[in-house]
């Protein structure tokens, strides 16, 4: 098969899984279902919250923070996804990846909320990020599998949940803390 057979094969693919996806969307996961309104408030409540509660005088360092987490936790998701390990069986919209609600808003604050926590009193980040982490993979994911949001695939469980949040979190809080030494080398300059 020649490069743009593949490409075409492929394109011809996408738009029949985005029809599968918006079809399943209407008859499963569409407004008037509940598990709608429970995503579409897992994806709000978080971002209002926080809204109230970051402090605003380190805005830029605690949002990257936030940032990084939802990135690196969107791209895994996405390659979870992709390759059959982690399913989300509700979603805000067909046309946002799937987990949006959890990756784009629940984790990172939940993640930015502990990291401003920590660095604000100086307790051990460490610690309240893996406390965090078990709260998260091991509690919420539990309840996700349970209401019947989320399913585990090919041997994937709450166990490695953690371990990928734990990886996640870490990786979110060394690049934030690259980036400070960045700031403070270009201010003594």
């Known amino acids: 098969m020649e490069k743009n057979d593949y490409w075409t094969k492929i394109s011809e ?3 029949e899984l985005n029809s599968l996806y918006s079809t399943y969307w209407e008859q499963y996961s569409g407004f008037t279902t509940w598990q709608f309104w ?4 897992v994806f709000v409540l978080p971002l209002v919250f926080v809204y109230f509660k970051i402090d605003k005088r380190r805005l830029f360092e ?3 923070f ?3 987490v939802h990135m690196l936790w969107s791209y895994t998701d996405l390659a979870l996804g992709r390759n059959g390990y982690l399913n989300h069986q509700y979603f805000m919209t067909p046309i946002l990846p799937v987990a949006a609600n959890i990756t784009a808003s629940f984790l990172p604050v939940g993640y930015l909320l502990i990291y401003q926590y920590c660095t604000n009193r100086n307790k051990y980040f460490y610690l309240y990020a893996f406390l965090l982490s078990v709260i998260f993979a091991i509690g919420f994911a539990s309840l996700e599998k349970w209401f019947g949001f989320t399913e585990f695939n090919k041997g994937m469980n709450q166990f490695h949940l953690l371990l990928i949040d734990i990886a996640i979190v870490l990786l979110s809080y060394w690049f934030t803390n690259l980036l400070l030494v960045m700031k403070k080398s270009r201010e003594q300059e």
């Open 66 to 68: 936030g940032f990084c």
């Open 38 to 41: 429970v995503t579409v408030a």
């Open 13 to 15: 693919k996408n738009n």
């Open 62 to 64: 605690i949002f990257f």
